[in-house]
């Protein structure tokens, strides 16, 4: 069969394999091409998808294909998303590229602790490193994250080189004055203090100018002022909402309503810590009902999202929902919703079908953790970047 004309090395005495990986599974390859069945797992997909992509077996391809994409929630130490979304860029998979990329974007908490994490692959680290709309923990835990790939021992001799190149797409001004203070100690810093100097200078001024000020300053036009998808408490600009035993809570009729109350910051700035923003959070997770004078005067089944700015002062402002789902007893995020609105001119902001009504009620729905509803409500405030500078939206009205 191997010699067949289809094969790329049907002129050949014999079949070499390059790949150790490949070598590995040969003999389940081979028992494929003769029964159809072969049993693949998290470790042999890679290699099983190059040799049928070598030895063009479609029906293999699409196996394995479909088997990553069915695997991308695994628990962080059997995470292999990263060197599949390598290997689908390389060999043009691009559903699996672009599911791939997703998962990483929205799980970077669970892709640090993979065994990938190390070996990424340069380039693509450098595109995590510049985007906003990664979701994680902190910029500290990202930065941690990126110095144990920096100080990797396969890559010793490019260190210097590629903290200058790696550095500069960290968000050191956004990080709390506490979490800078940290990283001074850390071994590579006090290694390298040449390269880390201007990062930490440009930091600890950012903290230290306060808003009605800023603008006269001459920070450079970049994105490292700008919040990413922070969950933790460090940044102050999440909340979690969580809606415990759905199923079994109040029916269609007597609803529920969830409010909730919390305080995000104006800007990343300790200078800017006293001026907070306060908003009021009502969520209808089974539908909504309106009453007027003891009668039910409009009720649907739509998910319905409020949040009410309370101290009016006038912003514009990104609503990121991350939505959270569970798989292989591990707990992932399925979906990010982005909304952007201006409280300048309305301080009310209401979303009508935040989540699809009928898939949230369903037995197996894929939005429920052990029957508990699980969402992050991140609210950044948006960043205009000038030639001069960078000021928030707040400034003029401060």
Same mark, same amino acid.
């Given at each position: ?6 094969? @790329? ?5 014999e ?51 479909a ?9 962080p ?14 060999c043009?998979?691009?559903d ?12 970077i ?9 190390e070996?990424?692959?340069r ?7 510049r ?5 994680v ?31 500069p ?14 990283l001074e ?19 600890f ?17 970049s ?6 998808n ?28 969830? @409010? ?6 104006i ?8 001026d ?10 089974k ?8 009668f ?7 998910v319905?999202?409020l ?9 514009d402002?990104d ?14 995020? @399925? ?10 001119s ?15 009620r369903?037995?197996?729905s894929?939005?429920?953790i ?7 409500v991140?609210l950044?405030? @948006?960043?205009?970047?000038k ?12």
């Amino acid at each position: 069969m191997l010699m067949s004309d289809k094969w @790329k090395d049907a002129d050949q005495g014999e079949i070499q394999l390059e790949d150790t990986q490949c070598e590995a599974v040969f003999g389940q390859f081979l028992e494929y091409l003769y029964t159809g069945k072969v049993h693949i797992t998290t470790d042999k997909a890679v290699p099983l998808l190059i040799l049928a992509d070598k030895y063009n077996v479609p029906e293999l391809k699409e196996s394995c294909g479909a088997f990553m994409m069915r695997h991308l929630v695994t628990s962080p130490g059997n995470n292999h998303v990263l060197s599949w979304y390598q290997y689908a860029k390389t060999c043009g998979h691009h559903d699996l590229q672009e599911s791939c990329n997703q998962f990483i974007e929205w799980n970077i908490d669970t892709i640090i602790g993979s065994p990938d994490w190390e070996m990424m692959d340069r380039d693509q680290l450098m595109s995590l490193l510049r985007s906003s709309d990664i979701v994680v923990k902190s910029e500290y835990s990202l930065y941690c994250a990126l110095e144990l790939w920096l100080t990797h021992a396969s890559r010793a001799e490019y260190l210097e080189e590629n903290l200058q190149d790696l550095l500069p797409l960290i968000r050191f001004p956004v990080m709390t004055p506490q979490q800078l203070i940290n990283l001074e100690g850390h071994s590579l810093v006090q290694d390298h203090p040449n390269i880390f100097e201007k990062h930490f200078k440009r930091a600890f001024r950012f903290h230290a100018v306060p808003v009605d000020l800023r603008s006269e300053e001459h920070f450079s036009r970049s994105r490292v002022y700008e919040f990413r998808n922070y969950t933790g408490a460090d940044h102050k600009i999440a909340a979690s909402i969580i809606i415990q035993n759905y199923s079994s809570t109040s029916g269609n009729l007597n609803r529920v309503r969830h @409010k909730q109350s919390l305080h995000t910051v104006i800007s990343g700035s300790n200078a800017d810590s006293h001026d907070t923003l306060h908003w009021e959070m009502t969520f209808y997770p089974k539908g909504f009902y309106r009453t007027a004078d003891g009668f039910v005067v409009e009720r649907n089944n739509a998910v319905r999202f409020l949040i009410t700015l309370q101290n009016g002062k006038p912003i514009d402002m990104d609503i990121i929902h991350v939505v959270y789902s569970h798989q292989n007893k591990v707990t992932f995020v @399925k979906d990010i919703l982005y909304h952007s609105h201006s409280f300048s001119s309305n301080n009310v902001f209401q979303i009508e079908n935040l989540l699809p009504f009928d898939d949230l009620r369903s037995q197996n729905s894929p939005y429920l953790i052990e029957n508990s509803l699980k969402i992050q409500v991140i609210l950044k405030p @948006k960043i205009m970047v000038k030639n001069d500078g960078i000021q928030n939206s707040v400034e003029n009205s401060l």
